[in-house]
T-cell receptor
Framework: NAGVTQTPKFQVLKTGQSMTLQCAQDMNHEYMSWYRQDPGMGLRLIHYSVGAGITDQGEVPNGYNVSRSTTEDFPLRLLSAAPSQTSVYFC??????????FGPGTRLTVT | AQSVTQPDIHITVSEGASLELRCNYSYGATPYLFWYVQSPGQGLQLLLKYFSGDTLVQGIKGFEAEFKRSQSSFNLRKPSVHWSDAAEYFCAMNFGNEKLTFGTGTRLTIIP
């Protein structure tokens, strides 16, 4: 099993550009989540999904969209990037709402 | 409001010394409790978890944690640290919903 994979590893965007961060898991987990990690703030939940076709907002959803058309994939879309979205983004999956398994992260810089 | 607090931003210990990282929570019941470790430039790895039962739980890499209901704490311990333990440690909790709430992390530095 590859576990949770994320692409790209690094990305630089200009303000106003859009992009999609990819996340895939091969463990047949129902739950998937996106977090952002900023210095001194720990990890904050952006969006999560409890199964294909079901998504919900987390703590910091503004500026991000998600969809879940398959169990395996949970992409995160930035529609119009802002410097405040410079962060490290982690995708996680889990078989239950509880313990989660994390991908390696995507480091995003918005200039 | 539900919250997770890691009061120590940065801790430095000597190699071979014991370690205790603190974690407290605010919640009206017992949450599901986790400790994760993040090495530089890496994702988060689950060290251990507590759902119920014995309040002293063993994890990977020689770590253990003790749940103390009276103190609303779930502190992480290791009897003797190794240089490879240098990392950032996150306490996390599930308060009975679909979300994990993380503390702000404690960065551990090991000196020879």
């Amino acid at each position: 099993n590859a576990g949770v994979t994320q692409t790209p590893k690094f990305q630089v965007l200009k303000t106003g550009q859009s992009m999609t961060l990819q996340c895939a898991q091969d463990m047949n987990h129902e739950y998937m989540s996106w977090y952002r990690q900023d210095p001194g703030m720990g990890l904050r939940l952006i969006h999560y999904s409890v199964g294909a076709g079901i998504t919900d907002q987390g703590e910091v959803p503004n500026g991000y969209n998600v969809s879940r058309s398959t169990t395996e994939d949970f992409p995160l879309r930035l529609l119009s990037a802002a410097p405040s979205q410079t962060s490290v983004y982690f995708c996680a999956s889990s078989p239950s709402p509880y313990e989660q398994y994390f991908g390696p992260g995507t480091r995003l810089t918005v200039t | 409001a539900q919250s997770v607090t890691q009061p120590d931003i940065h801790i430095t210990v000597s190699e071979g010394a014991s370690l205790e990282l603190r974690c407290n929570y605010s919640y009206g019941a017992t949450p599901y409790l986790f400790w994760y470790v993040q090495s530089p430039g890496q994702g988060l790895q689950l060290l251990l978890k507590y759902f119920s039962g014995d309040t002293l739980v063993q994890g990977i890499k020689g770590f253990e944690a003790e749940f103390k209901r009276s103190q609303s704490s779930f502190n992480l311990r290791k009897p003797s640290v190794h240089w490879s333990d240098a990392a950032e440690y996150f306490c996390a909790m599930n308060f009975g919903n679909e979300k994990l709430t993380f503390g702000t992390g404690t960065r551990l530095t090991i000196i020879p």
